[in-house]
């Protein structure tokens, strides 16, 4: 069976301060890897996908990076409005499987103060 | 496009209630998707279907609980009995699959059921 453990469960990190989070998966084989930005009261917001080991993406302060058994996403210089939290969540090699088909972590929650 | 739409945003009902949610994907999307949210178990798939035909409902926790999805516009959860521990938050998601393109799944803002 499909597992994500993301770490840590909480963060607080000053604003400028730099981080990284974790997400270590258990997949029989990797189709995605997806992050996604969750803010209080409202539904998970698409951040990337990641389909194979040793590829990036970057958004803004936020970049993601992929290998075969974890992915981190970095926020360089965090500003407030970057509190929330990310999830990351994996689709397996189930072929048949619907692409949305997906197993998410527990998330990372992120507060970042002036 | 005003993205995935749920309604109601929040349900209060009394247990041995029947529940009824409801979504309205993406148009366009042909794929869609029920998921819950707790604290304990974090997001969990319940069910989704592919051009309107439920694919994969082993998520349902039990009988209790019910999809459909009528048209391409619009699908319904529906919980009866409703028990205390089926208080949640349950988000709907739409995605476009295709052969040689998939998007990502898009989330609606969730309804927060209540059950006392």
């Given at each position: 069976e499909d597992q994500v453990t993301q770490s840590p469960e909480a963060l607080r990190l000053q604003e400028g301060e730099s981080s990284s989070l974790n997400c270590?998966?258990?997949?029989?084989?990797?189709r995605g890897l997806f992050w996604y930005r969750q803010d209080?009261?409202?539904?998970?917001?698409f951040l990337f996908t990641l389909y194979s080991a040793g590829e990036e993406k970057e958004k803004e302060r936020l970049k993601a990076t992929l290998t075969k058994k974890e992915s981190f996403l970095h926020i360089t210089a965090p500003k407030p409005e970057d509190s929330a939290t990310y999830l990351c969540a994996v689709q397996?090699?189930?072929?048949?499987?619907?692409?949305?088909?997906l197993q998410f972590g527990a998330g990372t929650q992120v507060v970042v103060t002036p | 496009d005003?993205?995935?739409?749920?309604?109601?945003?929040?349900?209060?009902?009394e247990m041995g209630q029947e529940v009824t949610l409801r979504c309205k994907p993406i148009s366009g999307?042909?794929?869609l998707f029920w998921y819950r949210q707790t604290m304990m178990r974090g997001l969990e798939l319940l069910i989704y279907f592919?051009?309107?035909?439920?694919i994969d409902d082993s998520g349902m926790p039990e009988d209790r609980f019910s999809a459909?999805?009528?048209?391409a516009s619009f699908s319904t959860l529906k919980i009866q009995p409703s028990e205390p521990r089926d208080s949640a938050v349950y988000f709907c998601a739409s995605s476009?699959?295709?052969?040689?393109?998939?998007?990502?799944?898009?989330f609606g803002q969730g309804t927060r059921l209540t059950v006392v």
């Open positions: 270590s998966y258990t997949v029989s084989g990797l209080p009261g409202k539904g998970p917001e397996g090699t189930t072929l048949t499987d619907s692409w949305g088909k | 005003a993205g995935v739409i749920q309604s109601p945003r929040h349900e209060v009902t999307h042909n794929s592919n051009n309107n035909v439920p459909k999805m009528p048209n476009l699959e295709r052969t040689t393109l998939n998007t990502e799944a898009f």
